[in-house]
């Protein structure tokens, strides 16, 4: 863990659309490419922020990128919004409690926490009979937070939830520090770009070239980027119709594609 309580450090866990690339059963270049950032696993990101590791988003890779990144402690985790590929790797936060009882927060808007409710009963809603479920505290949030630590007594670190939109669903991207996370969208309100001044990076969703009802094209997403103004910006959730070293040739300064296990510093 890092020593110094300033420091923020951040790891993409996973940068793909919803399907993962490869695609199941697909030949296409992007899908058979040997280039490791082609291979990307769903979207969630890792926040080391002082001294504290936070999680944005547990979807259906979660279990593998943990093991690969070597994460052996989780304070909180931040959820974006409830679709599959952002939530269904919940249950296995389960071993962050075999040396440490203590609750974790699952920080969620009320409309995601409530499916979040739904999805997993046992851990949210049960009367406690099965022992093994992890101690995950569902805390619905509409405004700045802080986090504690689940470790040791540190400062809480403070969060801003910014508002996207996902077509027409609201869910949240979330700014620690000069660094903000916004997957998952296709429209950022003007009262949320007035929250993304003086950004060092930001991480952005763009899908592929093509159109989509619910996230940016890489078009969109540089004009977003541009707007935004980031030191930094790194491109995720993008589909098999981007391949990694072709496109991000193509990009203009201060933005690239990301890839899974990017890591990086936020000044
Ligand atoms: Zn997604
Ligand atoms: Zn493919």
Request: aromatic share 8%; net charge negative.
């Amino acid at each position: 863990m890092p020593s110094d309580p300033a420091r923020i450090r951040v790891t993409l866990l996973g940068t793909g659309t919803s399907t993962g690339v490869p695609v199941i059963g697909c030949t296409c270049p992007v899908c058979q490419s040997a280039d490791p950032r082609d291979r990307r696993t769903r979207c969630a990101c890792h926040v080391e922020a002082g001294g504290l590791s936070l999680i944005i988003d547990t979807g259906p890779d979660f279990r593998r990128q943990m093991l690969r990144e070597q994460i052996e402690r989780v304070d909180a985790v931040l959820f974006t919004h409830h679709h599959f590929d952002h939530v269904v790797g919940l249950d296995d936060l389960r071993p962050y409690f075999f040396g440490n009882r203590s609750p974790m927060p699952c920080y969620a808007r009320p409309n995601t926490a409530a499916v979040l409710r739904r999805m997993f009963q046992y851990i949210f809603d049960g009367d406690g009979s099965y022992p093994g479920i992890p101690k995950l505290e569902l805390r619905e949030i509409d405004a700045p937070f802080e986090i504690h630590s689940r470790y040791e007594a540190r400062s809480p670190v403070p969060v801003i939830p910014i508002e996207v939109y996902h077509g027409e669903m609201p869910m949240f991207g979330y700014r620690l520090g000069r660094f903000a996370y916004l997957t998952d969208t296709n429209r950022i309100p003007e009262s949320s770009f007035a929250l993304l001044e003086d950004l060092d990076v930001l991480v952005l969703d763009a899908l592929r070239h093509t159109a989509h009802p619910t996230h940016f094209t890489i078009e969109e997403a540089i004009a977003a980027a541009r707007r935004i103004g980031a030191r930094q910006t790194y491109l995720i959730h993008m589909t098999h119709n981007i391949l990694h070293a072709e496109e991000d040739a193509h990009l203009p300064d201060g933005i690239a594609l990301g890839y899974d296990g990017l890591s990086f510093n936020v000044d």
